[in-house]
């Protein structure tokens, strides 16, 4: 089992910028991939970003892409979401996930979620 914790969430203006964490436990070794996701009020899950915890190869959702970098810390077992140039639509609830299945794209292992909120 993995365990993920999230925090960094917080109430930011419109082309300010927040950095989210997420510290994984448990059988670490296992991940293959990490990704953020968020739900917007009303709205469905959307994949933001996901890196693959042994090279760092990254991907992320055209929405974010440019705005947003995901990076991880194989040493302190870490994943951060630096979030720059937040628009009001980036308010949601983000969740970290993370997977040691190397054939599924879905995710096993989930955070609680932090609130991201972006006034205009």
């Known amino acids: 089992q993995v365990q993920l914790v999230e925090s960094g969430g917080g109430l930011v203006q419109a082309g300010g910028s927040l950095r989210l964490s997420c510290a994984a436990s448990?059988?670490?070794?296992?991940?293959?991939?990490m990704a953020w996701f968020r739900q917007a009020p009303g709205k469905e899950r959307e994949l933001v970003a996901h890196i693959y915890w042994n090279d760092g190869n990254t991907g992320y959702a055209d929405s974010v892409r440019g705005r947003f970098t995901t990076s991880r810390d194989n040493i302190k077992k870490t994943l951060s979401l630096q979030m720059n140039g937040l628009k009001p639509e980036d308010t949601a609830v983000y969740y970290c996930?993370?997977?040691?299945?190397?054939?599924?794209?879905?995710?096993?292992?989930w955070g609680q979620g932090t609130q991201v909120t972006v006034s205009s």
């Open positions: 996930a993370a997977t040691a299945s190397r054939l599924s794209s879905s995710y096993s292992y």
């Open positions: 448990g059988r670490t070794l296992s991940i293959y991939r």
